[in-house]
């Protein structure tokens, strides 16, 4: 990526704001660590052009302290143990203060329990839904320094199985990846799933990058199930439903978010998923979220805007940066407290792109209170880094997605209690 040296006009510019950033050595460089190859490379490249978009609308409004905010940008392979090498580097050598991601729990759990916790770095991953990130925050294993910009699987497992039941599929098979995002969600998607009057007819794991998935798809197929509920990642995803189809499987599915995907749609064939519904981390639209649809596939070399983890990678861009101006400068500690700030829920209401960010510049460099209304809609961070919002529902239909309606994030926590709305 161009790293542009911040100038006397970008100085002047945010000359507002106050001494330890204008100190700041120009630019100042976090990490991005991110899945831009392997089984989730489509939502790493999807994400990583996305926070580089929010960066450079951030840069372009000033920058912090005049400084433009950089990205390393590395490459996780989808890979737990390559993520952590890449974050190690970024920590002790690049020096960064912030790492963005992963996007698979598998990748950010790692990094954060081996890298940023113990450093006391930022890490803001835009989709890292396992409960176990919750649960380490809650252990105090976290220091405090992670944040993410979508749901809990705890949540989202809840309201797929309500979105099943109210689709007809009331007996499944389940395939899933066989790791801490797939054992997660499928857990707290059977026990809501079964409590709401479904059937499991089985439930089979998968290890990824296999050539083969015709063992797991005739080992689901016991019981006579209805539908497939699949969690996966779209090319072994992939090739996990072609496997079931070709084995006589019904081509009824229910998907998990990262299942929303052009790559996936292709790769199977739109005539088999004409029955397959989903769910996924919803938004409630604001101006950002109408900004970035109309701006993104152009600035991402055509990548859609609706591409799983863009929206809210953008959203973790845009905080990232907006803390890092809050801050003051690079200190991590301060960007690590700038963040519930820059979310307040009295600030003065900003939206994405170079004009708002402008906006929020010049209110921060005032002392004024600041509310970012992301992408995916206004967000406020838990004491444990969570997000709390609605579910999208959407199906497949003559190859697109469309979203069919929404779950309140009450309708699914009362879902969580015991009484089924």
Known sequence: MRKLLCGTALLALAGGL?????AQDCP????MVMELTGPAGAYGQAGAKAAEMALRDFNEAGGAGGCDIVADVRDSQSQGNVAVDQATQLVNIRKVPVIIGGIISSVSIPILTSVTAPAGVVQVSPASSSPTLTELAREGKTNGVFFRTITSDALQGTAAAKFAMDQGLTKLAIIHVNNDFGVNMVREFASAYEKLGGTITSTTPYNEKQASYSAE??????????ALYLVSYPVDGATIARAWISSGGPAKFLLNDGMNSTDFITAVGAKYLDDAFGTSSGTSETASTKYFYENFEAFSGGI???APAADRSYDAGAIVALAIAKAGGSDAAAIK???????AADGEPIHAGKEEFAKALALIAEGKSIRYE???GPVSFDAFGDITGPFRLWRIQNGEVTTIGEMSAEAVAAIKGGVAK
């Open 18 to 22: 106050a001494g330890p950033a204008a």
């Open 28 to 31: 100042i460089t976090i990490g």
């Open 217 to 226: 798809a005739s080992a689901a197929l016991a019981g006579d199930p209805e």
């Open 304 to 306: 859609k805007p609706d």
């Open 337 to 343: 407290a700038a963040i519930p700030e820059v979310v």
């Open 374 to 376: 992301g992408v995916i």
